[in-house]
C-alpha cells in the first residue's frame, strides 16, 4: 500500500485503529436535505460513509453529488461508482470531478444488472469491469495518467477500494479474484454482509495465508437485520447472500416487535466476532434505510469515541 | 450470414505453439461463404501452419478436416475420430461453432482460428458489410429497411446527427450514413412520414444487455 | 544457399505464355533443379498450390502469366497477380520472407524468353541466403 492519497480513512486504517464505516443511500429525488439528514445521523459515528451509486440499479442522485453534499457537511464520503452506466471516458472525467469536490476515497464496482432495477430496459454499459475501473484509478493516482497516457494537470489522490464476496461461488477462486484486486491497486476492501461467520472465517483465513491481509484493509459488510421477513428475503432474493438459517430462526422466534432488537443483538454479537479475526481492519455498516442505528451499534460494540 | 476473418498468423501459431497434432477444423456454412473458415481456407492453413513451424525448426502434425456446420451438434459428431488422434483443434468457425464443439468434446483444447466479426452480407465481390445487431426487436419496417441501430455509428433512431456529409458517415467517409439511406429509401416508397415518427429508447431487454438470450420453440419438443 | 543440395525453382505458368517448360533454361550447372506446372491459364494457381510448392521444397516459386489485358479469359492473370500478392504477404508472416514468390507478365512465345527472368532468380537466390532476397521487383513486373 502506497500513502499516496489524503483521506482520513486511510490515515485511521494505516495507524492501526478499527475502522468504521456506514452507508448512505442517496434519495430518488433532488432534495438534499434527506442526504443531510443521514448525514447527521452518522456524524461522529463512522469515519467514512459511503455513497451507494444508483444501487440495484434504480435512478437516485448521483453518488458524486450526494458525496459532494457530504463533504460539505464536514464527513468523508467513499464515493460508489458501478460501471453499468458509464463508459471509460464517463467513469475518468467523474473522477477527476469528484475529487475537485474534496472527494477522496472511492469504491469500485461493477454494479447491480439491470434487469434488477426499476428499469430493465435501459442499456448496460460495462465497458471496463470494476477491476479495471481499480487499476484505471490506481494509474491516474500514481502516475498521474489517464488511460490512454495523457498526463494529468494533477491527479486524483484517492483511496482505493473493491468489493469482496466471500459467499459467492466458487468458494475457492475468491481468494483468487481478491488477490487480482489487490494487484490492481485496491487499498481496501469491503466485503458483502457478513452472517455466515464460519464461512467468513475460512476465507479470512485463506486471505491471511496467502499474505493478502498484509497488503489491503478488509473491512467486513454488517448489516442488522429489521425482521424475519427481511432474514427469509435476503436469504432467498439477494443474489450472493448467506444467511444461515439459525439465524432466520432467530428473527422468527421472537415476537414481531422485538425483531429489531433480536437484529441488533445478532449484528453486535457479529462485530464481537469480527474484531477477533485476524486480518479484519474494520467494519462496513450497511443499515439499510436505518441510518439512525448506527450510532447505536457503534457505541453498543465499543468502538466509540470514533478517531 | 455471419462474417468472420482469420485472425494473423502470428497469433494462430502462438495459440498452437503448445501443441503437436492439431486438427484444423473448417465449417462449410457462413465462413465458407466469407472466405474465413471453409475447405480451401482449411487447406492453405495447414499448409502455412505447417512451412511456419518448419521455418521456426518445430514440428507440428496438422490434420484437415471440414464439417458442414460446426454450430450444430448432428454435423460436428463426425470430427470425433479425427479429434481423438489430436490434441488440439483449430477451429476456422465462428464463435458459434467453436463453442458447439466445446460442449461436446469436454477434453479437447479448442483454439478459434477466425475473429467472427459480424451479421452481414456480401455488398459487391470481396465486400463485406454489418447489415445486422441481432437486437432481438426489428424495427426495419419503420426505416425502410435499413437498420439505423446497427449501421448508424450513434445508433440514432430518430434522425440523423450533424456530422453527415455527401451521404457519408463522419466517423468513416467510406460508410455510408444510414440515415442518408433510410430518408432516400422512404422517398422512394413514399413513406417521407415515418420520419416524422417519435421512436422511444430502444428497449434492450430483448438484445445481449439482459443477458444471453435463449429460444425455445415448445413445437419442436417431443 | 544451401551448399551441396540443389536449389530448387518451381515455374507455374500459363501454357498460352509457353507450352513447354525447358529445364535447361537453368544453365547454371547442375545445381539447380527447375520443376514446371503448366495451367490452362494462370487464374488456376490456387494459393495453397504455391504453398505446396514451398512446402515440397521449393526456394522460389516463379508464376508467369500472360501481359495484361492479353488474357484468354480476360482477367486469369489479374487473378493471379492478387492470389500472389496474398500469398507473398502469408509467406513474411510465417517468416519464409514473401520475395521468395513472384508472378512476371510475358509476351506469348517459347519458354526460352523466360530465361532472363529465371536467370535472374537463380542468380539472387545463389547469391544469398535463403531469407534474403528484397531486392528482387515486386510481383507483375518483369
Redesign the interface.
Known amino acids: 500500500m502506497t500513502m499516496e492519497s489524503t483521506s482520513r480513512l486511510q490515515k485511521i486504517l494505516s495507524s492501526g485503529e478499527f475502522a468504521v464505516t456506514a452507508e448512505c443511500g442517496p434519495p430518488r429525488g433532488v432534495d438534499p436535505e434527506i442526504i443531510r439528514k443521514k448525514g447527521e445521523l452518522l456524524k461522529g459515528c463512522v469515519d467514512a460513509v459511503n455513497v451507494t451509486d444508483n444501487q440495484t440499479a434504480i435512478v437516485r442522485m448521483s453518488s458524486i453529488a450526494a458525496c459532494a453534499h457530504l463533504v460539505d457537511m464536514g464527513l468523508e464520503p467513499v464515493m460508489q461508482m458501478v460501471t453499468r452506466d458509464r463508459n471509460r471516458i464517463a467513469l475518468q472525467s467523474d473522477i477527476m470531478g469528484a475529487y475537485s469536490l474534496g472527494i477522496k476515497n472511492i469504491l469500485c464496482l461493477t454494479g447491480d444488472?439491470?434487469?434488477f432495477g426499476s428499469q430493465?430496459?435501459?442499456?448496460?454499459v460495462f465497458d471496463i469491469d470494476s477491476m479495471n475501473l481499480v487499476r484505471t484509478v490506481k494509474t491516474m493516482r500514481e502516475e498521474g495518467r489517464d488511460m490512454s497516457g495523457f498526463e494529468l494537470k494533477g491527479s486524483p489522490k484517492m483511496f482505493i477500494g473493491a468489493a469482496a464476496n466471500p459467499f459467492a461461488d466458487p468458494f475457492e477462486y475468491r481468494i483468487i479474484r481478491l488477490a487480482k484486486k489487490i494487484d490492481a491497486g485496491a487499498d481496501f476492501i469491503q466485503t458483502q454482509c457478513v452472517y455466515n461467520l464460519d464461512r467468513f472465517k475460512q476465507w479470512m483465513k485463506m486471505a491471511v495465508d496467502e499474505g493478502l491481509t498484509e497488503k489491503v484493509h478488509i473491512l467486513a459488510g454488517v448489516t442488522p437485520m429489521k425482521s424475519a421477513g427481511m432474514a427469509r428475503y435476503m436469504a432467498k432474493r439477494v443474489a450472493g447472500m448467506d444467511v444461515p438459517e439459525n439465524l432466520i430462526q432467530r428473527m422468527g422466534g421472537v415476537a414481531k416487535e422485538k425483531a429489531p432488537e433480536e437484529g441488533l443483538k445478532i449484528c453486535l454479537e457479529t462485530i464481537a466476532e469480527l474484531r477477533e479475526m485476524e486480518g479484519v481492519h474494520g467494519i462496513h455498516l450497511m443499515a439499510i434505510e436505518w441510518e439512525e442505528v448506527v450510532g447505536e451499534i457503534v457505541a453498543g460494540a465499543g468502538l466509540m469515541p470514533r478517531p | 450470414m455471419i462474417v468472420a476473418e482469420q485472425k494473423p498468423m502470428a497469433e494462430i501459431k502462438e495459440l498452437v505453439a503448445p501443441y503437436k497434432k492439431v486438427l484444423i477444423l473448417g465449417c462449410g456454412t457462413c465462413v465458407k461463404t466469407c472466405f474465413a473458415g471453409g475447405e480451401d481456407e482449411v487447406a492453405v492453413m495447414a499448409s502455412a501452419l505447417r512451412l511456419a513451424f518448419k521455418v521456426d525448426g518445430k514440428e507440428i502434425h496438422v490434420e484437415e478436416q471440414t464439417v458442414e456446420r460446426q454450430c450444430e451438434d448432428e454435423f460436428i459428431q463426425e470430427s470425433a475420430p479425427a479429434i481423438a488422434r489430436n490434441e488440439a483443434v483449430l477451429s476456422l468457425a465462428c464463435g458459434a461453432g467453436v463453442q458447439a464443439m466445446a460442449r461436446r468434446f469436454k477434453s479437447t483444447p479448442l483454439l478459434p482460428g477466425v475473429n467472427t466479426t459480424f451479421i452481414g452480407v456480401l455488398e459487391k465481390p470481396g465486400l463485406f458489410t454489418e447489415e445486422c445487431s441481432g437486437c432481438g426487436d426489428c424495427k426495419l419496417a419503420v426505416f425502410g429497411g435499413i437498420c439505423p441501430f446497427t449501421r448508424c455509428a450513434k445508433k440514432l433512431l430518430n434522425g440523423p446527427c450533424g456530422g453527415s456529409q455527401n451521404g457519408k458517415c463522419e466517423v468513416s467517409a467510406e460508410t455510408d450514413c444510414a440515415w442518408h439511406l433510410i430518408i432516400e429509401r422512404l422517398t422512394a416508397l413514399g413513406q417521407m412520414d415515418n420520419l416524422r415518427t417519435y421512436i422511444p429508447p430502444k428497449n434492450w431487454r430483448a438484445s445481449l444487455a439482459a443477458g444471453p438470450r435463449r429460444l425455445f420453440r415448445e413445437d419442436h419438443v417431443i | 544457399m544451401r551448399n551441396g543440395s540443389k536449389v530448387k525453382v518451381t515455374v507455374f505458368h500459363c501454357i498460352n505464355v509457353f507450352s513447354e517448360g525447358d529445364s535447361r533454361l537453368a544453365a547454371k550447372g547442375e545445381n539447380v533443379e527447375l520443376k514446371f506446372v503448366r495451367l490452362p491459364c494462370s487464374s488456376l494457381v490456387k494459393d495453397v498450390f504455391l504453398l505446396r510448392a514451398f512446402e515440397a521444397g521449393a526456394d522460389a516459386v516463379v508464376v508467369l502469366v500472360c501481359p495484361e489485358g492479353a488474357c484468354r479469359y480476360v482477367e486469369g492473370n489479374l487473378r493471379a497477380k492478387k492470389r500472389v500478392q496474398w500469398v507473398r504477404s502469408l509467406l513474411d508472416e510465417i517468416g519464409m520472407d514473401g520475395n521468395r514468390l513472384a508472378l512476371f507478365n510475358l509476351p506469348p512465345g517459347d519458354s526460352s524468353d523466360a530465361k532472363p527472368i529465371i536467370q535472374k532468380v537463380l542468380a539472387q537466390i545463389g547469391t544469398t541466403p535463403q531469407a534474403e532476397l528484397s531486392d528482387r521487383p515486386p510481383a507483375g513486373q518483369a
Open positions: 444488472h439491470q434487469t430493465p430496459d435501459a442499456l448496460n
